[in-house]
């Protein structure tokens, strides 16, 4: 939540852990005035005075210092009518005309000593006119003014000749310190930082002023004239701080004068839903729950351009919308101290999320149908989704709805994977009852199995994923005696969608998958990587009575010997209920004595190899 504390100001929302208010408190400095001041010089050998001081702004007889002389009037020796229309300094004010000086509408000190700076002073002034502009540096000082030639009097006949002139003075004191917009509070909290912005203005009226504030650990930089005041972490409130500012300069001294502030909390809130969903062509309403800061409260609403423009001010923390289109508003809590807490709060149309995809399908282990699988996207108005299958080409049916609640997935009881493949998409269905467009597509795997005397041939259709997502790597094979003891048997690349078992002699059954990284959520059930083609069982390659040979075997059952009779040579295998061949020799032509004492009880296959076929048989030991 984003907190400040403002009197009409706009905002602009910030998400920082941070939060900084800004509060503006202006120190008016009263540093300066501005008087005008006339003066007269006459001739010097007159009976009138002919010299002016213009630091104490008044006439200066002949007898009087030269270094209150500031202007003493020229006057040739021996002509006493004659009148030059100058004057000359006997205490270093210096001199420079500037007509071009904008007398008028300048008096600040910065700028008239950048006029004189630009010309060649002297401590001499001579033949001047009326609107002449001449600018003083006095007394050696770095004080500056601007003198304005007013009226010339020139007489032939006696010694009354003077010059009158105007300059302006910038008169400069510190009066006081108006501090403005300060009612000494400033709104904190624990968790986040609150500053407030401090400004003194005019300061540039000051001769190289210094500013110190204090207490310093609450400042950013305490000796700027604008610092930023801030109270981190507070969470004990109604406490009073002092801050003392003192400010020093060459043209107005030294003036103190402080600033007191006491901690109150703020306001908080909560929205009841954020973000608020709405059903399109309906209203909706926001519900905000404030608490803490100062009651009573007031409540904004407003949106975000270039700055807020606040569209409501009310005591009632609801507000009733009909919107058109999803929308951002900015929601204020004030209280009575005037500390605010604002927000963000998205209004969103409710449409049907559109990027809901299917994770795997697969052919389930426990009922040995299609499974389709999908991981649900939180927050976004989901009531529910459909399940559909293709039914002709690219013509989908709906076979199936699961609640949003529920765990993603759907077993598709009408499918015959033993078959063939299936492909499967899903849609989304929001609280609003739209429908989303449909997924792309998911394919299943179909097995089949040919046989090749004892060589069986795998071969499948490929697991497709029609967004391109989920491109299998590898196929993995599996195989078993029965569908739930099947493990693993080999893995080819998945550029290849056929594979031969060799010398396989016994019944088993296969199946093909592939393995997705991360997996499928689906909920509560565990996490599902592999997907599985349908189950298939081999035929054995040969079978007993497949291959037409003369064949006597004794005693069967056996405990430990039994004889083969055979009319023609021959390999004997002796293979086990697993497919492990135990046992291999030659048979020779008539009696074969063999010796299966070190051989467990239990039923064993005999492989008879000749040279024109191969027959099957069976043992029992005992």
């Known amino acids: 939540m984003n907190k400040t ?75 006493p009518y004659y009148f030059s229309c100058g004057w000359e300094s006997l205490n270093n004010t210096l001199f420079v005309i500037d007509n071009t000086f904008d007398y008028a509408n300048t008096f600040k000190q910065s700028i008239i000593r950048s006029a004189y700076l630009a010309g060649s002073p002297s401590n001499t002034i001579d033949s001047v006119n009326i609107g002449d502009i001449i600018i003083a540096k006095i007394r050696g000082n770095d004080e500056y003014m601007a003198i304005k030639i007013t ?15 105007e300059y302006k003075k910038e008169y400069c ?53 604008n ?13 009073t701080t002092t801050f003392k500012i003192t400010i020093t300069s060459d043209n107005c001294g030294m003036f103190i004068d402080s600033l007191i502030l006491i ?50 001010n009310q005591s009632d923390s609801i507000f009733n919308l009909n919107p058109s289109h999803s929308i951002d508003y900015i929601v204020s809590v004030s209280d009575s101290n005037s500390c605010s807490s604002f927000e963000t709060i998205s209004v969103i ?20 149908k299609n499974k389709i699988m999908w991981e649900k996207t939180a927050n976004v108005g989901t009531e529910s989704f459909n399940v559909y299958k293709e039914v002709s080409t690219n013509i989908y049916n709906l076979i199936g709805s699961i609640p949003y609640d529920n765990d993603t997935y759907f077993i598709d009881i009408t499918s015959a994977p033993e078959s063939h493949g299936d492909k499967y998409k899903i849609t989304v269905i929001d609280t609003c009852g739209n429908e989303s467009s449909k997924s792309n597509f998911h394919k299943t795997m179909n097995l089949v199995i040919s046989t090749f005397g004892s060589t069986m041939g795998l071969s499948w259709t490929p697991y497709e994923d029609e967004s391109g997502v989920f491109i299998p790597s590898v196929y993995y094979i599996y195989r078993g005696t029965q569908p739930n003891n099947i493990q693993l048997l080999d893995s080819i690349s998945a550029s290849f969608t056929s594979y031969n078992d060799n010398n396989v002699f016994n019944q088993f059954y296969y199946m093909v998958g592939v393995k997705k990284t991360n997996g499928c959520n689906v909920g509560t059930k565990a996490n599902y990587s592999t997907s599985f083609s349908n189950k298939k069982q081999n035929s054995v390659g040969i079978n007993e009575n497949n291959y037409d040979i003369n064949i006597n075997i004794f005693p069967n059952p056996t ?40 051989l467990s009880d239990g039923v064993y296959t005999l492989r008879i190899i000749t040279d024109n076929g191969i027959a099957i048989r069976k043992l029992i030991k005992e």
């Not at 610092?227 to 406490?239: E, G, K, L, V």
Request: hydrophobic share 35%; net charge negative; charged share 15%.
């Open 227 to 239: 610092p930023q005041i801030c109270f981190s972490n507070i969470s004990t409130y109604y406490d």
């Open 559 to 598: 405990n430990e010997k039994f004889r083969i009779e055979i009319e023609e040579k021959a390999i004997l295998e002796i293979i086990d209920s697993q497919g492990q061949i135990l046992e291999t020799r030659l048979l020779m032509v008539k009696e074969n004595n063999i010796d299966i004492s070190k």
């Open 151 to 165: 009226n010339i009097g020139l007489t032939t006949s006696d010694n009354l000749d003077f010059i009158e002139f």
């Open 5 to 79: 504390k403002i009197k009409g100001e706009n905002m602009k929302s910030s998400k920082s852990i941070f939060l900084i208010t800004l509060i503006i408190f202006i120190f008016s400095l009263n540093a300066h005035s501005l008087t005008v001041h006339n003066g007269k010089i006459w001739n010097i050998i007159g009976i009138n005075i002919g010299s002016w001081n213009l630091v104490d702004n008044v006439s200066v007889s002949s007898p009087g210092p030269n270094s209150s002389k500031d202007m003493k009037n020229l006057n040739p020796t021996g002509n």
């Open 173 to 225: 004191q510190i009066d006081n310190i108006n501090i403005l917009n300060n009612d000494g509070l400033i709104c904190c909290g624990p968790n986040f930082t609150s500053c407030l912005s401090c400004q003194i203005d005019p300061y540039y009226l000051l001769e190289n002023p210094t500013f110190t504030w204090q207490p310093a650990s609450y400042i950013d930089d305490p000796s700027s004239p």
């Open 349 to 368: 149309e409710y449409l049907p999320f559109n990027n809901e995809q299917i994770c795997l399908v697969t052919v389930d282990t426990t009922t040995w």
């Open 263 to 312: 901690t109150v909390p703020f306001p908080e809130f909560s929205f009841q839903s954020n973000p608020l969903y709405y059903c399109p062509e309906t209203s909706t309403s926001i519900i905000v729950n404030a608490f803490g800061g100062t009651v009573p409260y007031i409540y904004s609403l407003g949106i975000q351009l270039d700055s807020i423009q606040w569209l409501t």
